[in-house]
């Protein structure tokens, strides 16, 4: 009954006329990102967060505005994935595989409509489950003591190392760069300037804002000057976008399966959308693929990866509100822009700032209906954005940034850094690092330090206490396993 | 010679460039047992240990082509100047330029990129500063 007085709470400032339009905003724009090939969510909210700071919003409707981004692309990841054989972003490259087929049986708008009904049912089931399941992890980890915190932090980078990238040892050190930059600044603890080689204008450490725009867009807009081929949907037409009820119900099982497995995979540190839907994919395959039908335009091979894709983003809002710890490079990117406008999440944010989370969790159900809406009628629109040359798209991702970076302290030391961190960016990508371990270090790195030096404050310096309670021992053991998964399963690949 | 292995020297590199500097660190006084060196000096151990890792156990990986490397390079130089022209010149101008810029290196004509260029600028700035809120410098060389 709490949850759901809460929830009553919720829903009336998540209607406000500000609140819902911006939920609108942040829906389009995120079909949008999401349907373009090249920006993924997360340059989208990078993108987003200085306009939304700009323009001194209350950290509910710019969490409003920057989440909706992020669950709208899952929506608009699929489109072109369908039409044009190339995901629109990382977790809808699965929806190629009987999407592309479906489109070329001339069935582009049944696939499309049925896909957006998956991903509104996923994503709908999903913030069902990220409100009744938020307040008791939170409930729950009120206990967790400076070790336990420290402890859970090691765990989420390293299940978002193992399964980041092919090597989770560059991985990891994508972790520790991201790190040792938030040492940057005045030492916390003592005042101690550290690793600022003299300028004032790095004691306040380094701008979380520059660093993520400059990491992902501008690393961006430099991978996407090299790519020689990028879709172009030009003869497309969508006509019709109805499914017929007979189809759905097929496939109403396997999209109900697809949002409890996208749920709980997002739930997981690391294991985000395209993991999620990759394994709804091949669990479907398995229990109903009798046929052989699979891979040659199957609807239930559409519907089980969309819905996974669009129930993984509900579900990684879950540890990153409840815990302060988010487990994917987007998560961790929209726990940055909480904390730049002064809130921090974690267990005691459903006491402290409930209009926050229950405002943001009652707009992701009225985002996702108007997801669905704008998905359903509108998505010719958005398949014609697709034919908008790369000539103009990648100079106008770079202006984007650079506009949004300017606008929050107008200075051009900003843009150099901005353009620093990209270049670094594009270069950690071509050999191989991944970029969410760093953006998340970035983004924990203080909370992990201060952390670590209160359990010692607590133990006077007996690193014992990290082990000692029963949670931390748990997590410490799930944090060494966790490593130890792709190379267990390299072994048993080897095997077979 | 593998390009991990290169990588893992580098990075062996910075881990103990961070490492030395963390250990110069001293605080007047300790407000607790660890003070302000010890988490850098565990990172610059870990990041040391990951770099052996990558110079002992290097992945197969050729050496990546870097095949635009002149595009990206003009990209990189064109951002530079933007960042320096953006306050003299004002955003309209000065993003109008860059994009055309952008749209050159990525193959369209001048005529064509420069005009989507000033178009798109001109739209940001009306929707930032008349939409938004958010003011844009509109150039020293602008009257008033």
């Given at each position: 009954?709490?949850?759901?007085?809460?929830?009553?709470?919720?829903?009336?400032?998540?209607l406000?006329?500000?609140?819902?339009?911006l939920?609108?905003?942040?829906?389009?724009?995120?079909?949008l990102?999401?349907?373009l090939?090249?920006?993924?969510p997360?340059?989208?909210?990078?993108?987003?967060?200085?306009i939304a700071?700009?323009?001194?919003l209350p950290?509910?409707?710019?969490?409003?505005?920057?989440?909706?981004?992020?669950?709208?692309?899952?929506?608009?990841?699929?489109?072109?994935?369908?039409?044009?054989?190339?995901?629109?972003?990382?977790?809808?490259?699965?929806?190629?595989?009987?999407?592309?087929?479906?489109?070329?049986?001339?069935k582009a708008?049944?696939?499309?409509a049925?896909?957006?009904?998956s991903?509104?049912?996923?994503g709908?089931?999903?913030?069902i489950g990220?409100?009744?399941?938020?307040p008791?992890?939170?409930?729950?980890?009120?206990r967790?003591?400076?070790?336990e915190?420290?402890?859970?932090?090691?765990?989420a980078?390293?299940?978002?190392?193992?399964?980041?990238g092919?090597?989770p040892?560059?991985?990891l050190?994508?972790?520790?760069?991201g790190?040792?930059l938030?040492?940057v600044?005045l030492?916390?603890?003592?005042?101690?300037?550290?690793?600022t080689?003299?300028?004032?204008?790095?004691?306040?450490?380094v701008?979380?804002?520059?660093?993520?725009?400059?990491?992902?867009?501008?690393s961006?807009?430099?991978?996407?000057?090299?790519?020689?081929?990028?879709g172009r949907?030009a003869a497309?037409?969508?006509?019709?976008t109805l499914?017929?009820?007979?189809?759905?119900l097929?496939?109403?099982?396997?999209?109900?399966?697809?949002?409890?497995?996208g749920f709980?995979?997002?739930?997981?540190?690391?294991?985000?959308?395209s993991?999620?839907?990759?394994i709804?994919?091949t669990?479907?395959?398995?229990?109903?693929?009798?046929?052989?039908?699979?891979?040659?335009g199957?609807?239930?091979?559409?519907?089980?990866?969309?819905?996974?894709?669009?129930a993984?983003?509900?579900?990684?809002?879950?540890?990153?509100?409840?815990?302060?710890?988010?487990?994917?490079?987007?998560?961790?990117?929209?726990l940055?822009?909480l904390?730049?406008f002064?809130?921090?999440?974690?267990?005691?944010?459903?006491?402290?700032?409930p209009?926050v989370?229950?405002?943001?969790?009652?707009s992701?159900?009225?985002?996702?209906?108007?997801?669905l809406?704008l998905?359903?009628?509108?998505?010719?629109?958005?398949?014609?954005?697709?034919?908008?040359?790369r000539?103009?798209?990648?100079?106008?991702?770079?202006?984007?940034?650079?506009?949004?970076?300017y606008?929050v302290?107008?200075?051009?030391f900003?843009?150099?850094?901005?353009?620093?961190?990209g270049?670094?960016g594009?270069?950690?990508?071509?050999?191989?690092?991944?970029?969410?371990?760093?953006?998340?270090?970035?983004?924990?790195?203080?909370l992990?330090?201060?952390?670590?030096?209160?359990?010692?404050?607590?133990?006077?310096?007996?690193?014992?206490?990290?082990?000692?309670?029963?949670?931390?021992?748990?997590?410490?053991?799930?944090?060494?396993?966790?490593?130890?998964?792709?190379?267990?399963v390299?072994r048993l690949a080897?095997r077979? | 010679?593998?390009?991990?292995?290169?990588l893992?020297?580098?990075?062996?590199l910075l881990?103990?460039?961070?490492?030395?500097?963390?250990?110069?660190?001293?605080?007047?006084?300790?407000?607790?047992?660890l003070?302000?060196?010890?988490?850098?000096?565990?990172?610059?151990?870990?990041l040391f240990?990951l770099?052996?890792l990558?110079?002992?156990?290097p992945?197969p990986?050729?050496?990546?082509?870097?095949l635009?490397?002149?595009?990206?390079?003009?990209?990189?130089?064109?951002?530079?100047?933007?960042?320096?022209?953006?306050?003299?010149?004002?955003?309209?101008?000065?993003?109008?330029?860059?994009?055309?810029?952008?749209?050159?290196?990525l193959?369209?004509?001048?005529?064509k990129?420069?005009?989507?260029?000033?178009?798109?600028?001109l739209?940001?700035?009306?929707?930032?500063?008349?939409?938004?809120?958010?003011p844009l410098?509109?150039?020293?060389?602008?009257?008033?």
């Amino acid at each position: 009954m709490d949850v759901l007085t809460q929830l009553a709470h919720g829903f009336s400032i998540a209607l406000t006329p500000l609140n819902l339009g911006l939920a609108f905003a942040g829906a389009f724009l995120g079909t949008l990102i999401g349907a373009l090939p090249g920006i993924g969510p997360v340059n989208g909210v990078a993108i987003l967060i200085p306009i939304a700071y700009a323009l001194k919003l209350p950290p509910e409707s710019a969490l409003i505005l920057l989440a909706g981004v992020y669950y709208g692309a899952e929506y608009g990841g699929r489109i072109s994935s369908i039409l044009l054989n190339v995901p629109g972003d990382a977790g809808a490259v699965i929806t190629t595989l009987d999407g592309y087929p479906m489109a070329q049986k001339g069935k582009a708008g049944e696939a499309l409509a049925l896909s957006a009904l998956s991903s509104f049912i996923g994503g709908t089931l999903s913030v069902i489950g990220l409100t009744l399941f938020a307040p008791l992890l939170a409930q729950w980890a009120i206990r967790f003591g400076p070790a336990e915190y420290f402890a859970l932090m090691v765990f989420a980078f390293t299940t978002l190392s193992s399964l980041a990238g092919k090597s989770p040892v560059k991985a990891l050190a994508s972790s520790v760069f991201g790190l040792m930059l938030a040492t940057v600044g005045l030492d916390p603890g003592s005042g101690v300037p550290r690793f600022t080689f003299g300028q004032l204008k790095l004691y306040d450490g380094v701008d979380f804002l520059i660093v993520a725009i400059g990491l992902f867009a501008i690393s961006e807009v430099l991978v996407l000057m090299e790519q020689t081929f990028l879709g172009r949907a030009a003869a497309i037409r969508v006509e019709t976008t109805l499914v017929s009820l007979k189809t759905f119900l097929a496939s109403l099982w396997s999209i109900l399966r697809g949002a409890a497995i996208g749920f709980f995979i997002g739930v997981l540190p690391g294991a985000g959308a395209s993991i999620a839907s990759a394994i709804a994919y091949t669990t479907e395959k398995r229990l109903v693929d009798r046929e052989g039908t699979f891979g040659q335009g199957d609807p239930r091979g559409v519907a089980a990866p969309e819905a996974a894709n669009n129930a993984a983003s509900g579900g990684a809002m879950v540890p990153m509100l409840t815990l302060g710890v988010p487990g994917s490079g987007t998560t961790a990117v929209l726990l940055g822009a909480l904390m730049m406008f002064n809130v921090t999440p974690g267990p005691l944010i459903f006491q402290n700032r409930p209009e926050v989370v229950w405002g943001l969790i009652a707009s992701m159900y009225i985002g996702n209906l108007m997801l669905l809406v704008l998905n359903l009628p509108l998505v010719g629109v958005f398949a014609r954005i697709l034919t908008i040359p790369r000539w103009f798209l990648v100079p106008a991702i770079a202006a984007l940034s650079f506009v949004g970076v300017y606008a929050v302290n107008n200075s051009a030391f900003d843009l150099l850094f901005m353009t620093g961190i990209g270049v670094w960016g594009y270069l950690m990508r071509k050999f191989g690092f991944p970029l969410a371990p760093m953006i998340l270090g970035l983004v924990l790195g203080r909370l992990m330090e201060v952390n670590l030096r209160r359990a010692l404050a607590i133990s006077g310096g007996d690193w014992t206490i990290l082990f000692s309670s029963p949670i931390a021992k748990v997590l410490w053991v799930l944090a060494a396993l966790s490593l130890l998964f792709p190379w267990l399963v390299g072994r048993l690949a080897k095997r077979r | 010679m593998k390009p991990d292995r290169v990588l893992g020297v580098l990075l062996m590199l910075l881990a103990v460039g961070y490492g030395l500097e963390a250990l110069s660190l001293e605080a007047e006084y300790l407000a607790d047992p660890l003070g302000p060196k010890a988490f850098p000096l565990l990172l610059a151990t870990v990041l040391f240990g990951l770099s052996l890792l990558l110079v002992l156990f290097p992945g197969p990986g050729p050496w990546p082509g870097f095949l635009a490397w002149r595009q990206q390079a003009l990209a990189v130089v064109s951002f530079v100047l933007y960042a320096y022209a953006l306050a003299p010149l004002g955003f309209v101008l000065a993003s109008g330029l860059e994009i055309g810029v952008l749209a050159r290196i990525l193959g369209t004509s001048w005529v064509k990129g420069l005009f989507a260029g000033f178009a798109f600028a001109l739209v940001l700035h009306l929707l930032f500063v008349f939409g938004l809120g958010i003011p844009l410098p509109l150039g020293s060389w602008w009257p008033g």
